[in-house]
């Protein structure tokens, strides 16, 4: 079963706890603190798989979670870190934020990407030890891994892709110059999932052809099949448009064509200019008229016509030798960037909460773990976003309702720092 769109929910595993100990040792206040730290959750990472050509697994099984980290011990012993979680796909599958539709990821490479990180190990009681808290009583807890639902879009990676409507021959063409092998008949939508295949030109010159199905008029709109795989067409860097010039089935070959470009253009704007030859098939059934009506036609919008029969290979060589041609000056296939993260607006502000314990005064509340998880505190302009930020927020003015004056302790998760007024 082909399947090219899924969501799921990922979670990265939480950090362990930090230990709260004491070495009993002669003359050290309470034995001394020696809690370790927690172990780092593990993270999930995303891993492009070229054996994989579809997401129906992710039909059965929609979470996917790291294990947490253990916890930390006595005599300073860190917490072991859990194992990353790894979780395959096929090339050329897109990460996006659930709720936000922001990329994530573009898995079209063979480098893994973290998509979720695991969280920080907390402090033992260890950290917290000054000349004035001789015997912290405390420890941190881990910090939890990231969590939220991510929807995983596949498309395609191919160098040229076959439109046109159903019937036209695509599937044809496909199998005659790759070792392809879709379903061919005498009737609408036999090719129900996109094929891909790979034609080699000799000398070390290849290019990847991808049969895409089911286009048909309103397709962008939803109508038939063709809706559910115009998203493989976005990533060609060719386009070849096939076209039943000889109207074996009562249709116009010119209103065809107006039809299918005007679909890749509703369905996004830069289809349209992308670059297109045109593919005249069935010329056994056509007049030689016919043909050069249409070629005349084509020609004087701009694009360039090539006369075939596909089913016998007659005159595909010219198509496949200005494709190569083509792609020889085209940009490689479209990767997407990753998306940064938005700033949080003052709707975004959620509660905290404040705890004294011995003078430090810890600050927790899930939307700071987001703001810390962006911010670069080396950099002077993140520095002072956070603590616009904190005043913006309400933090600062809850911290001097808890009591907290300069030159306390302030703690949020993993960043400590001096109160100052």
Known sequence: MFVDKAKILIKAGDGGDGAVAFHREKYVASGGPDGGD????????????????????????????????????????YGKAAEDLIVKVPIGTLVKDANTGRIIADLSGTEPVVVAKGGKGGWGNTHFATPTRQAPRFAKPGLPGEEFEVTLELKLLADVGLVGFPNVGKSTLISVVSQAKPQIANYHFTTLTPTLGVVSMGDGVSFVMA????????????????????????????????????????????????????????FNEELA??????AGNKCDLATDEQIADFKEWVEAQGYQFFPMMAAIRYDVDPLLNKITEELSKLPPIKVYEPEPMPELDEESYGDVTIRNCDGVYMVEGKWLLRVLRTVDFDDYEGLSYFERLLTKSGVIDKLREAGCQEGDTVSIYDLEFDFIE
């Open 273 to 278: 200019d992308r670059p297109m030859l045109v």
């Open 211 to 266: 049969d895409i199905p089911g286009l048909i008029e309103g397709a962008a709109d939803g109508t038939g099949l063709g809706h559910q795989f115009l998203r493989h067409v976005e990533r060609c860097r060719l386009l070849v448009h096939i076209v039943d010039v000889s109207g074996s089935e009562g249709r116009d070959p010119k209103e065809d064509f107006r039809i299918i470009n005007e679909e890749l253009r509703k």
């Open 38 to 77: 927690g172990g780092k959750g593990g993270d999930v990472i995303f891993v492009a798989d070229s054996n994989l050509s579809t997401l129906a697994d992710f039909r059965y099984k929609r979470k996917f979670e790291a294990k947490k980290g253990n916890n930390g011990s006595g005599g300073r012993k």
